[in-house]
């Protein structure tokens, strides 16, 4: 569904701001906001222009001045230069110490965009359950924010929320409790105590979908290379082991990329010690037999 374009439905009571201040307060992983990165490199660009602009004039301003018998030092004596602030011919100082500003306002916003664009983005699937709920709850916008939810694209939102490190557990907090919510959760648990506008919702502790997503994550670690060393071992054709070696090889590094954070490096080192050691059960067992 696109971004809508009429005036947006006006539901009462609207509790508004508030009521979703406390939603993103209990529930983190949906502290979603508009990133506005367009906005905020169009501003850079603007400094930009700025600053070229002020070193324009600065050029001309010392070539004038090199001209000027009381002035063609200024660009050899730095106190001179400094001291000519106070008089009528200290163009050039004020226009140096404009740019000092402007670069200092330029370089933070720089660094700050930097970090903009390497924040986090939203999933799709919360960005769809933000427009829902607050559609379905009494804290509908009626101001040009109204619809800021609503079709939006991920990539123009950005996400303060530290959970999702790895796919797993992405997983779980999204289709797994969200299924677990539809069927169970909604009437298994209660809305937070003293919280009337939040009636109807249900936060599920992070803490717990982290904990969870490791003791998998542990499970499968331990039992991947023991499992294939126990059917490598009832196996009697090395071309057939050596086939579910590449098998659990590829299965081995499909896990690590789901389940953790490691970096390509760490899964192509991890998963070639893996199927080293598978190699060398195949080879020894073949020789034992």
């Not at 090199?66 to 004020?94: F, M, N, V």
């Amino acid at each position: 569904m696109g971004p809508s374009t009429n005036n947006p439905p006006i539901k009462a009571p609207a509790n508004g701001y508030q009521t979703l201040g406390n939603y993103m307060g209990l529930s983190p992983e949906y502290a979603v906001f508009h990133g506005f990165r367009d906005l905020y490199a169009e501003n850079l660009l603007y400094l930009q222009a700025d600053i070229k602009l002020r070193e324009k004039q600065l050029r001309n301003i010392q070539k004038e001045d090199r001209k000027d018998p009381r002035r063609k030092t200024y660009h050899q004596d730095w106190e001179r230069l400094c001291a000519s602030a106070a008089q009528e011919d200290g163009l050039q100082i004020q226009k140096i110490l404009e740019l000092r500003e402007a670069l200092d306002k330029y370089y933070d916003s720089l660094f700050r965009y930097e970090k903009i664009i390497n924040m986090k983005k939203p999933k799709s699937r919360t960005l769809k359950n933000m427009y829902e709920w607050t559609f379905a709850s009494d804290t509908c916008l009626v101001g040009d924010d109204w619809n800021v939810f609503e079709g939006q694209n991920p990539q123009v939102m950005v996400s303060l929320d530290r959970t999702f490190d790895d796919d797993l557990t992405a997983w779980i907090q999204t289709t797994l409790v969200e299924t677990y919510h539809k069927l169970i959760g909604r009437s298994a648990h209660k809305s937070p105590a003293g919280e009337k506008d939040l009636e109807g919702f249900v936060s599920y502790p992070i803490e717990k979908v982290s904990s969870a997503s490791r003791f998998i994550a542990a499970g499968i670690a331990c039992a991947l290379p023991t499992a294939s060393i126990f059917g490598l071992h009832f196996i009697a054709s090395t071309t057939v082991r050596l086939g579910v070696v590449l098998a659990m090889s590829v299965l081995f590094a499909i896990c690590m990329a789901w389940m953790t954070s490691a970096k390509t490096q760490e899964i192509f080192s991890s998963t070639a010690t893996f199927a080293a050691v598978l190699v060398v059960f195949v080879s020894t067992d073949a020789g034992n037999n």
